[in-house]
């Protein structure tokens, strides 16, 4: 039989069924921070069904990528733009571009159903229905308005009239030299002055729709929330919030990229150590968290409050029920114990425990473990290349004998081991013999 939790209500307290009163939730339909005057173009262009603007990303990034690959043609410059050492311009368009719009659909949709999750859980109840929609309104008025497309604006014409690039970011694709290039080309141009532009508005604009998201996620987090100790979810009913972040891991990913893409421009040019990377990964987990993990620290007092409440009025339960289970079964002068088997004191009794241990095991923030190995993962894994080219491949093939050697549980596959390595070792020199003589005679 599977067990369940128990809930006991404060003096007075009714219980939450569930539902909409009023139709509240209506109004939460077309609920997010991504949208604002160029998704209302998008629509009115009919380039965007709903929230889901994906296309757009994908269609905006080729366009401006397709016209860069043309230019270079015209110009007889592909073999330059399709070095490694410009590869971080290719990531840009191709990649981030497509991923932001990406993030943005996925996202949407989840913070509608969290806002309307509030109201049909009834973590937001009574009064603080009214202040949640409120609260819903102003984001709302804010993302729809034209002053941060604006200001966005002027710090990406600001950006590309100084030829300063953009913080946290490096590499020779990210900003304009003109010591460098002094009478640049119609490719250089388009590059310069409309691709990376672009890209820089889009950023900005990403980064006023997470700020926003903060915001409504402050003055959420001052309501008076209705936290059940409890919960299968082990963050009192905010759970759902840790789905909402794990959209954010589109937008991490397409930022490791083109990091991933600086870097390797860095490594072409001698400008990083593999020391120098260590140091960046750290920075780059630290900084994910601070902005993706950081904004649910702003529910941690109420969570705490739950949790101590909980404990409080489930210990207090729970030293009733066994003290009055104790007297009926196991205390002197009992009377029932030939009616043990199949009483619901004891299943009872094991769903008190069960309960007891979910209020213990309460997080003080709505976050999982999924949600922290997504964004992990997401920034990690596009750095793979690059560390692969900082390590020696004598390193890379020492540590991967001494990893095969030491998870080997016998002697035999030790040396089986050692026989396939030394085969391929064979192979490799003989391949590199035969390359190296049709290279003489060709000469």
């Given at each position: 039989?599977?067990?369940?939790?128990?809930?006991?209500?404060?003096?007075?307290?009714?219980?939450?069924?569930?539902?909409?009163?009023?139709?509240?939730?209506?109004?939460?339909?077309?609920f997010s921070v991504f949208g604002g005057p160029l998704h209302a173009?998008?629509?009115?262009?009919?380039?965007?069904?709903?929230?889901?603007?994906?296309?757009?990303?994908?269609?905006?990034?080729?366009?401006?990528?397709?016209?860069?690959?043309?230019?270079?043609?015209?110009?007889?410059?592909?073999?330059?733009?399709?070095?490694?050492?410009?590869?971080?311009?290719?990531?840009?368009?191709?990649?981030?571009?497509?991923?932001?719009?990406?993030?943005?659909?996925?996202?949407?949709?989840?913070?509608?159903?969290?806002?309307?999750?509030?109201?049909?859980?009834?973590?937001?109840?009574?009064?603080?229905?009214?202040?949640?929609?409120?609260?819903?309104?102003?984001?709302?008025?804010?993302?729809?308005?034209?002053?941060?497309?604006?200001?966005?604006?002027?710090?990406?014409?600001?950006?590309?009239?100084?030829?300063?690039?953009?913080?946290?970011?490096?590499?020779?694709?990210?900003?304009?030299?003109?010591?460098?290039?002094?009478?640049?080309?119609?490719?250089?141009?388009?590059?310069?002055?409309?691709?990376?532009?672009?890209?820089?508005?889009?950023?900005?604009?990403?980064?006023?729709?997470?700020?926003?998201?903060?915001?409504?996620?402050?003055?959420?987090?001052?309501?008076?929330?209705?936290?059940?100790?409890?919960?299968?979810?082990?963050?009192?009913?905010?759970?759902?919030?840790?789905?909402?972040?794990?959209?954010?891991?589109?937008?991490?990913?397409?930022?490791?990229?083109?990091?991933?893409?600086?870097f390797a421009e860095d490594v072409l040019a001698g400008l990083m150590?593999?020391?120098?990377?260590?140091?960046?990964?750290?920075?780059?987990?630290?900084?994910?968290?601070?902005?993706?993990?950081?904004?649910?620290?702003?529910?941690?007092?109420?969570?705490?409050?739950?949790?101590?409440?909980?404990?409080?009025?489930?210990?207090?339960?729970?030293?009733?029920?066994?003290?009055?289970?104790?007297?009926?079964?196991?205390?002197?002068?009992?009377?029932?114990?030939?009616?043990?088997?199949?009483?619901?004191?004891?299943?009872?009794?094991?769903?008190?425990?069960?309960?007891?241990?979910?209020?213990?095991?309460?997080?003080?923030?709505?976050?999982?473990?999924?949600?922290?190995?997504?964004?992990?993962?997401?920034?990690?894994?596009?750095?793979?290349?690059?560390?692969?080219?900082?390590?020696?491949?004598?390193?890379?093939?020492?540590?991967?004998?001494?990893?095969?050697?030491?998870?080997?549980?016998?002697?035999?596959?030790?040396?089986?081991?050692?026989?396939?390595?030394?085969?391929?070792?064979?192979?490799?020199?003989?391949?590199?013999?035969?390359?190296?003589?049709?290279?003489?005679?060709?000469?």
């Amino acid at each position: 039989m599977a067990s369940t939790t128990i809930e006991p209500q404060a003096p007075g307290e009714q219980p939450h069924h569930g539902g909409d009163p009023g139709g509240v939730t209506e109004s939460f339909a077309g609920f997010s921070v991504f949208g604002g005057p160029l998704h209302a173009l998008l629509a009115r262009l009919k380039l965007a069904r709903g929230s889901n603007v994906t296309p757009v990303g994908f269609a905006l990034g080729i366009a401006l990528w397709s016209v860069l690959v043309a230019l270079a043609a015209l110009e007889g410059q592909l073999h330059r733009i399709f070095s490694l050492d410009v590869i971080a311009g290719h990531v840009r368009l191709l990649i981030v571009i497509p991923m932001l719009f990406m993030c943005a659909s996925s996202a949407a949709p989840r913070m509608a159903a969290f806002a309307r999750y509030l109201i049909l859980s009834g973590v937001v109840r009574g009064q603080a229905v009214g202040e949640l929609v409120r609260h819903v309104t102003t984001v709302k008025r804010l993302r729809d308005s034209f002053v941060p497309d604006v200001v966005c604006l002027a710090l990406t014409l600001g950006l590309a009239i100084t030829y300063t690039p953009l913080p946290l970011f490096s590499g020779a694709t990210d900003g304009y030299d003109p010591a460098r290039a002094a009478a640049p080309t119609l490719l250089g141009r388009w590059y310069w002055f409309v691709c990376l532009p672009v890209f820089r508005y889009l950023i900005l604009r990403w980064l006023w729709a997470l700020l926003l998201w903060v915001y409504f996620l402050l003055r959420l987090s001052r309501l008076a929330l209705k936290l059940i100790p409890t919960h299968p979810d082990r963050a009192g009913g905010l759970g759902y919030l840790g789905i909402v972040h794990a959209e954010f891991s589109f937008f991490v990913f397409g930022m490791s990229c083109v990091l991933a893409a600086n870097f390797a421009e860095d490594v072409l040019a001698g400008l990083m150590t593999l020391n120098m990377l260590y140091s960046r990964l750290c920075f780059l987990l630290v900084g994910n968290f601070v902005l993706f993990v950081g904004p649910l620290f702003l529910f941690s007092r109420k969570l705490w409050e739950a949790l101590a409440e909980g404990t409080t009025r489930y210990m207090e339960l729970a030293a009733r029920y066994v003290d009055e289970f104790d007297c009926k079964w196991i205390g002197e002068g009992v009377r029932h114990r030939g009616e043990l088997l199949g009483t619901p004191d004891l299943q009872t009794l094991a769903d008190l425990g069960s309960s007891v241990e979910v209020v213990d095991n309460m997080s003080l923030i709505p976050a999982s473990r999924r949600l922290l190995l997504s964004l992990a993962v997401a920034a990690l894994a596009p750095m793979i290349p690059i560390a692969l080219m900082l390590l020696p491949g004598d390193d890379i093939a020492a540590k991967l004998i001494k990893f095969l050697l030491g998870s080997a549980d016998s002697a035999t596959t030790q040396l089986s081991v050692c026989l396939a390595f030394a085969c391929l070792s064979d192979r490799a020199a003989g391949a590199r013999y035969g390359l190296r003589a049709a290279r003489r005679e060709k000469a």
